[in-house]
């Protein structure tokens, strides 16, 4: 088991050890409290939702078998980001911008994104024919899709601040 797990990290392309090193710093970054613009409120749930439709397209292409449960697992991150996790600690303030308290989601969502497609890469190195398996693609389009909607409930729950107040930073 050890040999073949060794296999598979030493035949993977060095770009993506440096991919994953960027994400990660990117990630550490969101774990401080920090004042943003709202164009960067958005602009990671949109990052995340292209990357994650473009790793579906890629593998499987755009088809209703994977649109759909795509789109359901957006939906579905969006709907528990937005009404059964917490909302994240966030105040607007008076110049446009959103204070956001340090959080590891981002991070934990851009991890997930990037796992998601290392898997499937692997799978299908593995086993190629993997890839016209429509029950295998349903389920890894909504994999891919969770962690971005996730991050969009997030982003619209920061944004709501605006309008409420929303929980104020200690």
Avoid: C, H, K
């Amino acid at each position: 088991m050890t040999a073949y797990l060794v296999a598979i990290v030493s035949r993977t392309p060095l770009w993506v050890w440096f991919l994953l090193a960027a994400l990660i710093a990117l990630g550490l970054t969101q774990m401080r409290q920090r004042s943003v613009p709202r164009q960067r409120v958005i602009l990671l749930p949109v990052v995340l939702t292209v990357l994650s439709l473009a790793g579906v397209a890629s593998t499987f292409g755009l088809r209703a078998a994977v649109e759909g449960p795509w789109l359901a697992g957006g939906l579905l991150g969006f709907v528990i980001a937005r009404f059964a996790l917490p909302a994240p600690r966030a105040q607007a303030q008076a110049d446009g911008r959103f204070l956001v308290a340090g959080s590891a989601w981002p991070l934990a969502m851009m991890m997930a994104v990037f796992f998601v497609r290392y898997a499937v890469n692997v799978m299908l190195a593995i086993a190629p024919a993997r890839a016209q398996d429509l029950g295998f693609a349903a389920i890894v389009a909504l994999l891919y899709a969770l962690p971005a909607g996730l991050m969009a409930g997030r982003a619209q729950r920061i944004l709501a601040t605006a309008r409420s107040g929303g929980p104020a930073l200690a």
